[in-house]
């Protein structure tokens, strides 16, 4: 059994923890980025905390369309928060619901999960790897853990998906900042080296190795002290 299973029944979620520790959701204030997409946008990082979840432009994405060869580079978004201090059980769920012009397949392919602990978080504050207990996908690609809460998608690409990710941390302080980094690599197999597992409009340059985050939400139990409330940012 893993740490987390959900569940979704009538498009309501329910987080149940093997650990027997109630599982609360993660409240996020805000969202920064080293770099949102304006093309047919705009697709800012706070898009992915709205609630707002359609097969349409609203998300997160990264691809420049000013004439870089690659216009999909490493990004970073950082999603502010506050989750106290000690052992927790995470459960990530990163829904890519983005379907556009109907070929979709804007899917995040190589990314990574991290937090800090600065008082008053940037993008420049130490990043702590969260470290992965398991990852699924809703329609059939497949995550796998690189380490140092990195991951890589591959196989079967579907037109969406969803991933649900479960993590541990260990925090000295309360976590202020949740870091999703969005990795281009071109040793990674992925269009134009990822991050993102577009293969550009009808294949063409236009998008190549983009993604849209459409909604990214966190759920979090504590199995030293599982009535210990989430307080909010």
Sequence with gaps: MS?????????????LCACGARADAVTFSDATATFFETFTGPWPPSQMIDGIIHTGDNGWSIYRDNGPADGTLSETALLFTRVQAGPENWTFTIIQDFVGGGEGAHLLGDFSLAYTTDKTPTLASAQ??????????LNGSTLTSLGN????????????????????SKSMGPIT????NAINDPTNGLPSGGPGRFNGNFGGPVGKGNFVVSEFTADVARPNNPDAPVPGP
Excluded at 3 to 15: D, N, P, Q, T
Excluded at 128 to 137: H, N, V, Y
Excluded at 154 to 161: K, N
Excluded at 177 to 180: D, E, M, S, T
């Design 3 to 15: 740490v987390a299973h959900r569940l979704l029944c009538s498009g309501a979620i329910i987080v």
């Design 149 to 168: 809460g990195q991951l890589l998608d591959t196989g079967l690409l579907p037109v969406t998906d969803v991933y649900t990710i479960t993590a541990t």
């Design 128 to 137: 702590t790897p969260f470290t992965i207990t398991s990852a699924s996908t």
């Design 177 to 180: 900042g949740v870091f999703l």
